[in-house]
């Protein structure tokens, strides 16, 4: 077998990886207590040979440990971010960890809300920086920190195309988070109409709330139009601080802290961002305990 044909054999092998993490897969799981896609992708990837005599949730830990080594998706980026921040420096209680949160044109890999709102934004092997001027422009109007976590070959890039007050921070290939550089406080450049933009219309209203400010009494058809032109008139820091404490309360994820503590390492992150119903969470425990040989005869 040639070298390129061997390339391609295991750039093959890693996109099967990271969709066992899918959060396709993971929902399949809470629902149906099962996961065909699941078994034809570890069957694909060798998986059940590695882990013969192991349970569900070894499959998921031996995927998680071979697409670390390889060429790494944003998922392992996520994964670690997550363990950092979320599960390590913070915790379930005083913070929460937000995923594909929608900002201008863009969509946020992760945000951390606790004392502030901090953006990360993952360029892993597989991706391309083209898009990122634009990204970081949207954040900008929004975080009161913005950083972008990137694979090694895109740090020196990064340098050159990104704001001063931008964090860089690579992955390095010991799966471990090195700053490169600091993000700066950036809660005094937000603008009020763009953090209203990322809202939902009672979180704008409790934003109000928490600033004194009583909603507008309209109808639904005019309350949107209503509270973006009171959001316009309020200084963007006081409306960045105002937001804080409200997505802590609208978006806590405190209620996961058992679930989450019941997970393998490498679904921890997949309860974060992917959720499930409360009544599904114990389906996932079990699917998970159960051994690999009821797996395999889930196709």
């Not at 979180?203 to 400010?213: F, K, M, P, R, T």
């Not at 032109?229 to 802290?257: C, M, N, W, Y």
Request: aromatic share 6%; net charge positive; proline share 3%.
């Amino acid at each position: 077998m040639s070298h390129v044909q061997t390339t391609e054999r295991q750039g093959d092998r890693d996109v099967a990886l990271a969709r066992i993490f899918s959060p396709s897969i993971y929902r399949e799981l809470a629902t149906k207590g099962r996961s065909p896609a699941l078994s034809r992708l570890a069957g694909q990837c060798a998986l059940f040979e590695q882990v013969r005599h192991g349970n569900v949730a070894d499959l998921f830990e031996q995927a998680f440990s071979e697409l670390k080594r390889g060429n790494r998706s944003e998922y392992v980026y996520k994964a670690v971010l997550a363990k950092k921040t979320i599960l390590g420096i913070h915790n379930l209680n005083t913070a929460a960890l937000l995923s594909e949160f929608r900002v201008g044109s863009s969509k946020a890999d992760i945000v951390v809300v606790n004392g502030t709102t901090t953006v990360y934004e993952v360029k892993s092997e597989r991706d391309k920086l083209c898009r990122l001027p634009g990204q970081i422009a949207d954040y900008l109007k929004v975080f009161g920190r913005v950083n972008v976590i990137l694979a090694e070959k895109y740090v020196e890039d990064a340098r050159r195309i990104l704001p001063e007050s931008v964090g860089i921070h690579r992955l390095t290939r010991r799966n471990q988070i090195s700053v490169v550089r600091e993000g700066l406080d950036n809660s005094n450049n937000v603008i009020s109409s763009a953090i209203f933009n990322s809202l939902s219309v009672r979180e704008a209203s409790d934003v109000l709330q928490e600033l004194g400010i009583v909603s507008p009494s309209v109808p639904n058809t005019q309350l949107y139009s209503e509270l973006a032109r009171i959001f316009e008139d309020i200084p963007g820091k006081t409306v960045h601080r105002a937001t804080v404490k409200v997505l802590k309360a609208s978006r806590s994820q405190s209620h996961l802290k058992n679930f989450i503590s019941g997970l393998p390492s490498s679904l921890k992150v997949n309860a974060l961002t992917t959720p499930v119903r409360i009544k599904d969470r114990s389906r996932v425990l079990e699917t998970l305990d159960l051994p690999v040989e009821i797996a395999k005869k889930w196709i």
